[in-house]
């Protein structure tokens, strides 16, 4: 969940950083995390949540989310909504906590940690570099527990590191195009983007039944895997957007379609 800035310690933290932190059921702030956030989510967060609910991705980002478009990228993230009255819950919340706790999102999982990602520089040039930050609100009274961590051994208790390996190249994706000079996205880019990000089922339709396939010099093994496999689609779906951002040519034409206009974006 992404809290406040004001409560987002201003210290830049490694996954050897130790802290104290303990939540459990009858603790008295008990569900007081899941309210009033602003959670942007991921595209493996789509795919593992619509998964547990049984529906399309459609039906989960029309119910579930709303669209932000970020002011310097230009880019549109899926949000997490919340209940639209005073107390602002998140609609999975429950009494008894989380109702898709085994499928909940890569920063519900992280809180009270928070990771960033940077562009720093090393001998082979600008790399992206992780860093983590604890968040200190005062509604939560977790670090008052005597329970000792690391920020490692913490990521490790709550099954983070496959949503982190899930999502690392789209998040690098919105690094890269954070470097001033990368031009503003237009509507048609932005809604690509978005559909390739987080609108899983309308991609596979785009994919299957557009040329794109056919276009790109995309292998056996690899085309058979993005017909059958959400995870290989969603991988596909960031080599595109790397294509179509001009990021990267992630993507090699076959030489017949060279001349032909390319129907990719
Ligand atoms: S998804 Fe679950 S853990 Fe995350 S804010 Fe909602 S109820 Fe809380
Ligand atoms: S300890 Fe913190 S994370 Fe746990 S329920 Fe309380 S507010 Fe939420």
Not at 35 to 41: F, I, K, P, S, V
Not at 105 to 120: E, F, H, S
Not at 170 to 177: A, F, M, N
Not at 188 to 194: E, R, V
Request: with cysteine.
């Amino acid at each position: 969940m992404l809290p406040s800035t004001k409560f987002v310690e201003p210290v830049e933290r490694t996954l050897d950083s130790k802290f104290k932190f303990r939540c459990y059921k009858d603790i008295s702030c008990f569900n007081k995390c899941c309210r009033h956030t602003d959670m942007l989510l991921t595209p493996y967060d789509i795919l593992r949540m619509k998964k547990r609910l049984g529906i399309s991705s459609k039906e989960f980002l029309e119910k579930y989310t709303y669209t932000q478009i970020d002011e310097n990228s230009s880019h549109p993230f899926a949000v997490l909504k919340m209940m639209d009255d005073k107390e602002g819950k998140c609609t999975f919340v429950t009494p008894e906590g989380c109702s898709i706790y085994e499928d909940r999102p890569a920063n519900c999982r992280y809180y009270p940690v928070g990771k960033g990602l940077m562009m720093k520089d090393s001998a082979k040039g600008p790399l992206p570099e992780e860093f983590y930050f604890f968040i200190r609100e005062p509604n939560c009274l977790g670090y008052e527990e005597d329970k000792e961590w690391t920020i490692e051994t913490w990521r490790i208790e709550q099954g983070v590191d496959l949503y982190d390996e899930m999502n690392k190249e789209w998040k690098e994706i919105q690094l890269r195009r954070d470097n001033p000079g990368q031009p503003k996205l237009d509507e048609k880019k932005q809604s690509l983007m978005y559909m390739a990000s987080y609108d899983i089922d309308k991609f596979r339709r785009f994919i299957l039944e557009s040329k794109v396939l056919d276009i790109f010099d995309i292998d056996n093994e690899e085309r058979e895997k993005i017909r059958t496999d959400e995870i290989a689609l969603m991988k596909f779906g960031f080599k595109y957007l790397k294509y179509i951002l001009m990021l990267e040519e992630t993507l090699k034409i076959k030489e017949e379609y060279k001349k032909v206009e390319q129907p990719v974006d």
